[in-house]
């Protein structure tokens, strides 16, 4: 029921976005050079890796410049960068990851391979399900890259504060998900991201 969900809701969703697909392509290729999308090897379901789909927000190599985390302010976010990543508009060519059956539209947010190892007794039942677009803890921390962007050691916040907290989320969604639960958490969301 939820692969079906997924699939039909993701090719919907991505006939309806394709113009804004095509209108923020445009913006970021003329804004800033590199790539169009940003791709990122992490862990799936059952450990699987995978490539995530993002716009690519920042700079060409970026990732060669810098940390894996990003926080407000980072000075390798690009113009329009900022923008695509403050309506979360970034995130849209996940709908890819989701058709190809990578992804859902709900379950635990995807990590990068090094804080999954660090975790890993965690990451062995989270990743029993497909990694998804958003969780209860992506609403929770909403507004993560500010809230690390204050800390004078965010890296070292990130995995002895915020994680943790994630992960506790993220186990409690697996123990107790279901199409109803799914639904409410897209609703709110999408609430989330229009306000």
């Known amino acids: 029921m939820k692969r079906l969900f997924d699939i039909f809701f993701s090719t919907i969703g991505l006939v309806l976005v394709l113009p804004f697909f095509v209108f923020?392509?445009?913006?970021?290729?003329?804004?800033?050079?590199?790539?169009?999308f940003f791709k990122q090897e992490r862990v799936g379901q059952n450990f699987n890796l995978f490539k995530i789909y993002k716009f690519r927000t920042m700079i060409k190599d970026a990732e060669s410049k810098g940390p894996k985390i990003t926080v407000a302010g980072d000075q390798r976010i690009t113009k329009i960068g900022k923008l695509l990543r403050k309506y979360?508009?970034?995130?849209l060519p996940q709908l890819i990851n989701v058709l190809k059956g990578e992804m859902s539209f709900v379950g635990p947010r995807p990590e990068v391979?090094?804080?999954?190892n660090i975790f890993k007794?965690?990451?062995?039942?989270l990743l029993t399900v497909r990694p998804g677009i958003t969780d209860p803890a992506s609403i929770k921390f909403s507004k993560e890259e500010s809230v690390l962007s204050l800390s004078t050691s965010w890296e070292e916040d990130y995995l002895t504060r915020?994680?943790?907290e994630k992960i506790k989320l993220s186990v409690n969604y697996v123990d107790n998900c279901s199409v109803f639960t799914d639904i409410k958490l897209i609703l709110k969301t999408v609430f989330l991201k229009c306000v």
């Open 162 to 164: 915020i994680l943790p």
């Open 121 to 125: 007794t965690d990451y062995e039942k």
């Open 24 to 36: 923020f392509a445009l913006l970021i290729k003329l804004s800033s050079k590199g790539e169009v």
């Open 88 to 91: 979360k508009i970034d995130e």
């Open 113 to 116: 391979i090094k804080y999954v």
